[in-house]
């Protein structure tokens, strides 16, 4: 009987000075997830990536990264963004990780949805992910830290489909 | 593109259960959260006090929640049982069928073929 290695993916939501973060070892299974920041006024990018995402890559040793870069589909450019992607990719591939960079966000599966139905549609997927589910948000309000987790879980629900 | 499994599981069953640091050290015993990081983060090993505690916890089985240990320590076991066989092979006479020797040799081949990766190994 031999037995099936899994493969662990680690999908991330960046912003400019935090990420969200998922890792899976089978479409279902979550291994873990969490938002890391860093509120710093400069070099945020730098102690993300080198303290917070080296730290993820040595603990749960993915095989493959997925991002997702919506600059490359907006016309607003985001050159702080664009340098983390760059040395998080550059990090990732030093460690012969296989990187896939999509420009498509959502578990939405062709429809169009508000994030919050994102959410709503991947906390379905993965019930553990349920509780950490933020209320509505509503207009005069700053989206919730969570949300993150949220868009790098549909990321990774959208690549595995 | 596969990867092994990892050596220890406790940070995905302590975030699936939904529980804190502080509670599951709390709860298995521990000083503070900062050992219970230690061990989450393949930084230190528990004690075999404490991986019985984390077992009766998660209603997980020792073997799969250090599962990278399991595996490892399962392969390196096998080796050295088929070195101490091939060992025991060199020394033992065909003829005599009761002796301690013949005894011991028959017992590792048992085990080794009653193991479900015996295959595998042999492969290896």
Redesign the interface.
Known sequence: ???K????ILALDLHPRSFGYVVAESPSR????GVSSDRRKHGAGNVLVLKRLR?LLD??????LVLHNPSKKSRRPSPKKDRLLERIVTEARSRRI?VRVSVERAADQGEILTKYENARRVAEHFP?LR?ELPPKRRAWESEHYCMSIFDAAALLFSQRQ | MATSRLYNYLRTHRKHSGLSQSEVSFLVRLKNKAELSRYERNVRAPSLRTALACQELYGIAVSDLFAGLSDSVASDTRARMKRLQARLQAKVDPKSTGNRIMQKFQWISHRLLAMPNFKLVQQL
């Open positions: 009987m031999r037995r290695t899994p493969i662990r979550l291994l873990d997830w730290q603990l749960w040793r993915p095989a493959a296989i553990v509780r």
